[in-house]
């Protein structure tokens, strides 16, 4: 009697537990019908009846936005207008000339041309000023629309009109539009007879077989030890970065595991090779700007004990999105799960909540768990990947944001690579003695002036104190604060001289040598590359690291 009475309390339950779920579904199905017809409604009687015509397209993309917005950010829709760039950001590739482009005052100048793609087979450098693209004027057009107008079909041509600078003639060139793939591997080579570089961008899609081809051609040059920089690399294919980990990992190891509310996304991803390099010590370097699939690949290897990470606290993403077409060839990528990588530890850092009212706000390090790497080193949930050395480089501040804000930096590079047009190699180039106090006198001669923070804050002070007349009362203060808060331009620049003399090599070498020479400079007084070169010098410091931790 007893064991019946249990079995039918089972059965009543299971049968309640039932019809809850069920009305639950049955309510929200429910409700998404009857938003969607309030929602026709609305816009079936607002078409009808507002005292002008409606944008349609324009303002249902702002209600399809608006809608998703409530989500997080990472959930979009992509229209036929944007498929374009949302392949130049998943595949690294599209169709044009081959230059990026930046907008100073009313003009459309190029910033930078990539090696061997149409714009530079025709010869245009940067600093040139785009005017006309066919019939089309660039003057106070924005880059949206300048860069609209030279994508195009491969095998196109494009009639471009540009001037050397503002004042100069104009001049006329066609231009065949190319397929333009833009290569996530930004630079790699030797940091020193033993130890190779790759600086990864992006994950785009196969971007793990140019991070292999790499890995053999330094491989081929001595190679021993690595560092692979995935600083501000916003991550991408989750393949790829799965890929990328195999290289250095046992086959079958799991990489990430995906869960979310559909059992279908419910995914385990393990290598699936042997690796190519299992027993290369392994630098891995990144920043607040590493997210994503940088933090699987980071957080994978710093979870397996395979790589000691160096930088700052990473952007803390763990989502993950898929894409889905919708009506009219759109696309809807969609947030489906979260990423979970081999300790367990989820790193998602801010917490979305659309079903609250509250604002998406950053988990607080009190409510993130501890996890364990394979050795039983101490990481952390909720807050990104967490560096085993921290380092990072000097921020931009100051005067030296400002050079580069008023383009002061970009502009003495142009000047001075059309007055010294024969660099020599790359690898023995160098900026001479003279140049610091060349771009000084240049800086000083402009209209440049340097205006800290501190003065705008103070001069709105002195403005609102004149309003409510309080001005006269605290004159000798405020203006011997204002007096002592002026800036002397020249001791300015005097004082990051070292800074200056790096963007300035830096940009320079990007004229003449393109890309590939920017980053050989940047990289040569790189601080966190020098951290990770010193790791790599005391091989014990780096064993100690990794190890299991003393009981």
Request: a neutral charge; one cysteine or more.
């Amino acid at each position: 009697m007893k064991k019946l009475i249990i079995t039918t309390f089972i059965l009543l339950a299971s049968i309640a537990l039932y019809g809850n779920k069920k009305e639950k579904t049955d309510n929200h199905y429910f409700s998404v019908a009857e938003n969607l017809s309030i929602f026709n409604s609305v816009f079936k009687q607002l078409n009808i009846h507002y005292v002008d015509s409606i944008p349609v397209t324009d303002i249902m993309q702002k209600g399809i936005n608006g809608m998703l917005k409530a989500l997080d950010p990472y959930t979009v829709y992509i229209s036929t207008d944007d498929e374009e760039n949302f392949n130049l950001m998943t595949k690294g590739e599209y169709a044009g000339i081959g230059t990026i482009i930046s907008k100073r005052g009313k003009y459309i100048c190029i910033n930078e041309v990539y090696k061997d793609m149409p714009a530079d087979k025709v010869g245009l450098k940067v600093g040139y000023v785009l005017t006309k693209v066919d019939d089309t004027s660039l003057i106070d057009a924005s880059t949206s629309k300048a860069s609209e107008l030279l994508r195009g079909t491969p095998g196109t041509t494009v009639q471009l009109t540009y001037q050397t600078d503002t004042l100069s003639a104009p001049q006329t060139v066609t231009i065949t539009r190319e397929h333009i793939y833009i290569n996530p591997i930004r630079y790699y080579g030797m940091l020193n007879d033993s130890v190779g570089y790759i600086y990864l961008n992006n994950f785009t899609q196969n971007c793990a077989e140019e991070v292999k081809q790499a890995l053999t051609d330094l491989r081929g040059k001595g190679m021993q030890k690595l560092v692979l920089d995935l600083r501000n690399n916003p991550g991408g294919y989750l393949n790829d970065a799965v890929d990328i980990c195999n290289f250095f990992v046992p086959k079958n190891q799991t990489i990430v595991t995906t869960k979310g509310k559909n059992s279908e996304v419910l995914h385990v991803y393990k290598t699936t090779k042997q690796p190519i390099v299992p027993q290369l010590p392994l630098v891995v370097l990144v920043n607040e700007n590493s997210a994503s699939a940088s933090e699987i690949v980071s957080g994978a290897l710093q979870d397996m004990d395979r790589a000691v990470i160096i930088g700052e606290r990473t952007y803390g993403k763990g989502l993950v999105q898929s894409t889905y077409p919708v009506a009219y060839d759109g696309q809807l990528k969609v947030t489906i799960a979260k990423y979970y990588i081999p300790s367990g530890r989820c790193i998602q850092a801010i917490n979305y909540t659309p079903n609250s009212n509250e604002k998406p706000d950053y988990i607080p390090d009190s409510l993130t768990n501890e996890f364990k790497t394979s050795v039983g080193r101490i990481v952390r949930d909720g807050r990104g990947i967490s560096p085993d050395i921290t380092s990072k480089n000097d921020s931009v501040r100051g005067v030296m944001y400002h050079l580069l804000e008023d383009f002061k930096i970009s502009d003495y590079a142009i000047d001075y690579t059309k007055k010294h047009p024969n660099p020599g190699p790359l690898e023995t180039f160098a900026l001479p003695d003279t140049t610091f106090q060349d771009f000084k006198q240049y800086v000083l001669s402009s209209s440049f002036k340097f205006h800290s923070y501190s003065q705008e804050i103070l001069e709105k002070l002195i403005e609102m104190a004149k309003i409510e007349e309080c001005y006269e009362p605290n004159k000798t203060l405020l203006d011997s604060l204002q007096t002592n808060l002026n800036v002397n331009n020249e001791a300015a620049l005097d004082s990051i001289q070292t800074q200056v003399m790096q963007y300035l090599t830096a940009e320079i070498s990007k004229i003449y040598y393109y890309q590939w020479g920017e980053m050989f400079h940047i990289i040569q007084t790189d601080n966190v590359i020098k951290e990770a070169l010193q790791l790599f010098a005391v091989p014990k410091r780096y064993e100690t690291l990794l190890a299991a931790p003393k009981k």
